[in-house]
Nanobody, 120 residues
Framework: QVQLVESGGDLVQPGGSLRLSCAAS????????MGWYRQAPGKQRELVAA???????NYAESVKGRFTISRNNAKNTVYLQMISLKPEDTAVYYC??????????????WGQGTQVTVSA
């Protein structure tokens, strides 16, 4: 069983920055893709950023140039650095893992979510 534990969510002013972390524990393939989804109230969960097992990244158009995803395989941790935050970035952010795949083309495991609120 795989557990994903997120941290780093907070209340931040528009234009501010945050760094989310997601630590994976348990037994899983080294060839696993990881990423971040978010869900705002009344909206569907959407993919924000993903990093493949080959370190290739992809981003939602709305966050390109502002968010950066990275992973530390030695620590089984994925990060999401967010800058120039906007009120529309407010959401619960979920860590996701797809086992045995180069790409996050599905989700096998979810984290519990961490709240990001961007407000003055």
């Amino acid at each position: 069983q795989v557990q994903l534990v997120e941290s780093g969510g907070d209340l931040v002013q528009p234009g501010g920055s945050l760094r989310l972390s997601c630590a994976a524990s348990g037994t899983f393939s080294r060839m696993s893709a990881m990423g971040w989804y978010r869900q705002a109230p009344g909206k569907q969960r959407e993919l924000v950023a993903a990093v493949g097992s080959d370190d290739i990244t992809n981003y939602a158009e709305s966050v390109k140039g502002r968010f950066t995803i990275s992973r530390n395989n030695a620590k089984n941790t994925v990060y999401l650095q967010m800058i120039s935050l906007k009120p529309e970035d407010t959401a619960v952010y979920y860590c996701a893992l797809r086992e045995g795949s180069y790409r996050l083309d599905g989700v096998d495991y979810w984290g519990q979510g961490t709240q990001v609120t961007v407000s003055a």
